[in-house]
T-cell receptor, first 119, second 111 residues
Framework: GAVVSQHPSRVICKSGTSVKIECRSLDFQATTMFWYRQFPKKSLMLMATSNEGSKATYEQGVEKDKFLINHASLTLSTLTVTSAHPEDSSFYIC???????????????FGSGTRLTVV | LAKTTQPISMDSYEGQEVNITCSHNNIATNDYITWYQQFPSQGPRFIIQGYKTKVTNEVASLFIPADRKSSTLSLPRVSLSDTAVYYCLVGVQGNAGKSTFGDGTTLTVKP
């Protein structure tokens, strides 16, 4: 089945620095990827839709200058948390779907997530 | 987007069948129902998807009544490793990325 790789799995950074998280579709091409944020014991919240070759679409309330998304190729989307602060500490997850996946498995494949801790 | 309602938590014992019901009263004609499983510090994992009636795969069954306003995920003979959060999503097939994650159901399987 489709595989989505996310890197790094965890990162600790100092307040004020920027952190880049990568999301790769390993065995398929994804024109669209999605980025989620999840706080402890809470559900996933969609942050933005990453579109290959064009600007990302951000959900209401998500600062686009804070969370920079780049989808430069059909297999890679990156999320950069700029000028990170402790309140940005969270679990970030990406997802994508193999457009050629057929049958009943029309679900999306999620990455393994990135635990960001800002100190 | 259709809103979903699930029980916050459920307890079960190893070897039992577990049924988790999700309410989605505002489901649209084109919407599919998808269930995901999430372990701590991992991304969600697709379990099963259906549109109506019953769908079965190697890990679960999904029962959807005729009015499609609810669905039930059935896990046969659960084990300790099935302890996880289970999410029910409703959305257009192929556009699950835009479906809203509800609060999910935390299933705890006890020995």
């Amino acid at each position: 089945g489709a595989v989505v790789s996310q890197h790094p799995s965890r990162v600790i950074c100092k307040s004020g620095t920027s952190v880049k998280i990568e999301c790769r579709s390993l065995d398929f091409q994804a024109t669209t990827m999605f980025w989620y944020r999840q706080f402890p014991k809470k559900s996933l919240m969609l942050m933005a839709t990453s579109n290959e070759g064009s600007k990302a679409t951000y959900e209401q309330g998500v600062e686009k200058d804070k969370f920079l998304i780049n989808h430069a190729s059909l297999t890679l989307s990156t999320l950069t948390v700029t000028s990170a602060h402790p309140e940005d500490s969270s679990f970030y997850i990406c997802s994508a779907r193999d457009p050629w996946e057929s049958g009943a498995n029309y679900g999306y494949t999620f990455g393994s997530g990135t635990r960001l801790t800002v100190v | 987007l259709a809103k979903t309602t699930q029980p916050i938590s459920m307890d079960s014992y190893e070897g039992q069948e577990v049924n988790i019901t999700c309410s989605h009263n505002n489901i649209a004609t084109n919407d599919y129902i998808t269930w995901y499983q999430q372990f701590p510090s991992q991304g969600p994992r697709f379990i099963i998807q259906g549109y109506k009636t019953k769908v079965t795969n190697e890990v679960a069954s999904l029962f959807i009544p005729a009015d499609r306003k609810s669905s039930t995920l059935s896990l046969p003979r659960v084990s300790l490793s099935d302890t996880a959060v289970y999410y029910c999503l409703v959305g257009v097939q192929g556009n699950a990325g835009k479906s809203t994650f509800g609060d999910g159901t935390t299933l705890t399987v006890k020995p």
